[in-house]
């Protein structure tokens, strides 16, 4: 795969690129990632990438040229066929909200363009030519470089051959619909702190059954908006009946907040 990121700021990706996983990819020849400065695409000699909204407002707007050129320059040494295929992405407070789903469908891509935001915004016809506007979260941060980091090492994680475990991958949050069982190492025992019995059994069928249905508890407890999606056996939504009446017994419950 093969990432650009266009920013005004792109010495902010020299550290996140060279270590942990994007270090890992790019080492294993998995991913190629250029970072590229808007500002090379200015052709005034203030390099000046923004500019006063039309119709007036606060704060300054980015402007179009720049950034399309900055586009042009990594996608024109490819033949047309295959920059139809790029996907181009602007990291923006309204685009589509970034999940797990979203992060495996980009990982599936050869050529993603990244493009960060700035200012108060970005000119609209930036918004109208790019292939996707993703979100982050809801919350506004000042330029998109912090959500492109966060989308390029949720995808890399995903290509093929970066983790050292397919495990690791299978059994982790959200791609089941579940958030993770609760994990443990040495020792067994810490300042009082003692690790399930059972993880200690060696018994694999009750280690398995005990990790899914400390899944459950937990999407229970911290997102039960998740829980409602999850492909559940009956023995599972009868587990949750259960953790609803020691709710209801326990503290009393919002009728709403009942997940089964
Ligand atoms: N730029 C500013 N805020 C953002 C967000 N929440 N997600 C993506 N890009 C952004």
Same mark, same amino acid.
């Given at each position: 795969?093969?990432?650009?990121?266009?920013?005004?700021?792109? =010495?902010?990706?020299?550290?996140?690129?060279?270590?942990?996983?994007?270090?890992?990819?790019?080492?294993?020849?998995?991913?190629?990632?250029?970072?590229?400065?808007?500002?090379?695409? $200015?052709?005034?000699?203030?390099?000046?990438?923004?500019?006063?909204?039309?119709?007036?407002?606060?704060?300054?707007?980015?402007?179009?040229?720049?950034?399309?050129?900055?586009?042009?320059?990594?996608?024109?040494?490819?033949?047309?066929?295959?920059?139809?295929?790029?996907? $181009?992405?602007?990291?923006?407070?309204?685009?589509?909200?970034?999940?797990?789903?979203?992060?495996?469908?980009?990982?599936?891509?050869?050529?993603?363009?990244?493009?960060?935001?700035?200012?108060?915004? &970005?000119?609209?016809?930036?918004?109208?030519?790019?292939?996707?506007?993703?979100? &982050? =979260?809801?919350?506004?941060?000042? =330029?998109?470089?912090?959500?492109?980091?966060?989308?390029?090492?949720?995808? $890399?994680?995903?290509?093929?051959?970066?983790?050292?475990?397919?495990?690791?991958?299978?059994?982790?949050?959200?791609?089941?619909?579940?958030?993770?069982?609760?994990?443990?190492?040495?020792?067994?025992?810490?300042?009082?702190?003692?690790?399930?019995?059972?993880?200690?059994?060696?018994?694999?069928?009750?280690?398995?059954?005990?990790?899914?249905?400390?899944?459950?508890?937990? $999407?229970?407890? &911290?997102?039960?908006? &998740?829980?409602?999606?999850?492909?559940?056996?009956?023995?599972?939504?009868?587990?949750?009946?259960?953790?609803?009446?020691?709710?209801?017994?326990?503290? =009393?419950?919002?009728?709403?907040?009942?997940?089964?």
């Amino acid at each position: 795969m093969r990432i650009d990121i266009l920013s005004i700021f792109p =010495g902010y990706f020299d550290i996140p690129i060279n270590e942990g996983i994007l270090k890992i990819a790019r080492d294993k020849g998995l991913l190629i990632i250029k970072t590229i400065d808007i500002r090379d695409f $200015t052709e005034d000699k203030h390099r000046q990438v923004d500019d006063y909204p039309y119709g007036g407002g606060p704060g300054m707007v980015m402007k179009p040229d720049p950034v399309f050129k900055a586009v042009e320059s990594v996608l024109h040494e490819h033949p047309e066929s295959w920059r139809q295929q790029a996907r $181009t992405v602007l990291l923006t407070p309204r685009g589509k909200q970034f999940d797990q789903s979203m992060a495996a469908e980009f990982a599936g891509e050869e050529r993603i363009v990244l493009i960060c935001g700035h200012y108060e915004g &970005i000119d609209e016809r930036v918004h109208q030519k790019v292939s996707d506007e993703v979100s &982050i =979260g809801d919350y506004v941060l000042s =330029g998109g470089e912090p959500a492109a980091l966060v989308f390029v090492d949720a995808i $890399t994680r995903l290509l093929k051959g970066v983790l050292g475990s397919a495990e690791s991958l299978a059994e982790e949050s959200f791609i089941e619909g579940l958030l993770e069982y609760p994990q443990y190492t040495r020792p067994a025992l810490y300042e009082g702190m003692k690790v399930p019995d059972v993880l200690l059994s060696g018994d694999h069928a009750k280690i398995a059954s005990w990790k899914r249905m400390e899944s459950i508890r937990q $999407t229970y407890k &911290i997102r039960p908006d &998740i829980l409602k999606k999850a492909s559940l056996s009956q023995a599972e939504k009868d587990f949750i009946k259960a953790l609803n009446e020691q709710k209801d017994k326990g503290e =009393g419950k919002d009728e709403q907040d009942r997940v089964v």
